[in-house]
């Protein structure tokens, strides 16, 4: 079946350290794979994708590269701010109606 | 423009009463997508809708929810007899087509609470 392990947090880092959010799927074929951002009080917003084996994913600093060889899509960013402090799902989409495979979700917090 | 709207916000009900969720999808998206966020469970897929019909109803857990999209716009998530286990935060969201790789837009979500 199709699934995605996430890893779990929370996750506390000060500011200006460097980031990186794990993320391992389970699918059949090739499926498309998604960072999605929760911030306090808000819906969830596509922070980045990548649809195809080797692909970069980036926005607002953040990075993930599609692994085929690892079925890995981990998250990073190189110095991170108070503002990115959220809950980060990782995502697969697959299936006939591209319905999408979400991790647990990992919550960071970045102290000033 | 305006991006994916759901109504109530909130909604707090009796065990045993029948809710309505009610999600409006981005003009002109065609596919459109229920997950339910719960604790312990995460993000899981309830259903999607292509137009008006639904192909995929696999995520549905029980046959008290039952869902419906007219005139390949608004929809309606239902709740039968709800139970304290279905309190979460029900979320919709669309995309352009129902294709792999395409971005879904999520609506602020419904938190249901069911004493």
């Known amino acids: 079946g199709n699934s995605v392990t996430q890893m779990e947090g929370p996750v506390t880092l000060s500011e200006e350290a460097f980031l990186t959010i794990n993320c391992t799927y389970t699918a059949t074929g090739y499926p498309s794979l998604f960072w999605y951002v929760q911030y306090p009080g808000e819906g969830l917003q596509l922070l980045l994708k990548a649809t195809k084996a080797d692909d970069k994913g980036s926005n607002k600093g953040f990075e993930a590269t599609y692994r085929k060889e690892t079925t890995s899509f981990h998250l990073e960013k190189g110095s991170v701010q108070v503002s990115d402090s959220a809950v980060y799902f990782c995502?697969?989409?697959?299936?006939?109606?591209?319905?999408?495979?979400f991790g647990t979700g990992t919550s960071l917090t970045v102290i000033p | 423009g305006a991006g994916v709207s759901q109504s109530p916000s909130n909604k707090v009900t009796e065990k045993g009463k029948d809710v309505e969720l009610r999600c409006d999808p981005i003009?002109?998206?065609?596919?459109l997508y229920w997950y339910r966020q719960s604790l312990g469970q995460g993000l899981e897929f309830l259903i999607y809708?292509?137009?008006?019909?639904?192909?995929?109803k696999s995520g549905l857990p029980s046959d008290r929810f039952s869902a419906e999209r007219t005139g390949g716009s608004v929809s309606t998530l239902t709740i039968q007899r709800t139970q304290q286990e279905d309190s979460a935060v029900y979320l919709c969201a669309s995309s352009l087509v129902p294709g792999q790789g395409d971005t879904q837009y999520f609506g602020p979500g419904t938190r249901l609470t069911v004493l």
């Open positions: 809708f292509q137009g008006n019909s639904a192909p995929d």
């Open positions: 003009s002109g998206h065609t596919a």
């Open positions: 995502a697969l989409s697959r299936g006939s109606g591209n319905q999408f495979y």
